[in-house]
């Protein structure tokens, strides 16, 4: 079936401007995370989901970043006034979750961004 | 905190010589351990995991043993294959948050032929 996608697969700003990168989960997967990946960082957790609501964003950087889930399903993560150190690989990753215990977590190809 | 320390990269073998990836934890809790590889262009994809001690967990001719008396999860593999070349991460899940994963810096293993 289906794996999780991303989009778009590459975007380039210009330091200050707002960008919009979307998460499309596996069919049925109540669990959504966002992670990334940068030089120097590694891979960092930034929010979860669960259905629709988010019980921990204690991963987000700043308040320039946000992200919502609609329908139980896609995700949008928004970064405000873009920055040159959120130039990195943001992905997406969904899951079934059993009682709370992690199924696994399936990643998407990630969103590439550049920060001029 | 969470963390996981691998071994620092990049790790250089020759095919067919025997692979070792150190990993170690720190963790609240009962965590369950992953490696996850990422392929030249290609997304993360879990290769193997473990959720108590003593488990081993194994894919591809890989395998980790849960090792809790000492806090690793050591990824090896007998003889390794150029198709193996990839960036390694260990993690792990706290069970809190969703099961969110903390990750190891990662380490790039280049086999030539």
């Known amino acids: 079936g289906a794996g999780v996608s991303q989009s778009p697969s590459n975007k380039v700003t210009e330091k200050g401007k707002d960008v919009e990168l979307r998460c499309d989960p596996i069919s049925g997967h109540t669990a959504l995370y966002w992670y990334r990946q940068s030089l120097g960082q590694g891979l960092e957790f930034l929010i979860y989901?669960?259905?629709?609501?988010?019980?921990?964003k204690s991963g987000l950087p700043s308040d320039r970043f946000s992200a919502e889930r609609t329908g139980g399903s896609v995700s949008t993560l928004t970064i405000q006034r873009t920055q040159q150190e959120d130039s990195a690989v943001y992905l997406c990753?969904?899951?079934?979750?059993?009682?709370?215990?992690?199924?696994?977590?399936?990643f998407g190809p990630g969103t590439r961004l550049t920060v001029t | 905190g969470d963390s996981v320390t691998q071994m620092e990269g990049p790790v250089t073998l020759s095919e067919e010589a025997f692979l070792t990836i150190n990993c170690t934890y720190t963790?609240?809790?009962?965590?369950?351990l992953f490696w996850y590889v990422q392929y030249p262009g290609e997304g993360l994809q879990l290769l193997l995991k473990a959720t108590k001690a003593d488990d081993k967990g194994s894919n591809k001719g890989f395998e980790a043993t849960y090792r809790k008396e000492t806090t690793s999860f050591h990824l090896e593999k007998g003889s390794v294959q150029v198709s193996d070349s990839a960036v390694y991460f260990c993690a792990l899940s706290a069970g809190n948050s969703g099961s969110r994963l903390t990750f190891g810096e990662g380490t790039q293993l280049t086999v030539n032929p």
């Open positions: 990753a969904s899951s079934q979750l059993a009682g709370g215990v992690l199924i696994e977590q399936y």
């Open positions: 989901f669960q259905g629709n609501s988010a019980p921990d």
């Open positions: 963790a609240t809790g009962y965590p369950s």
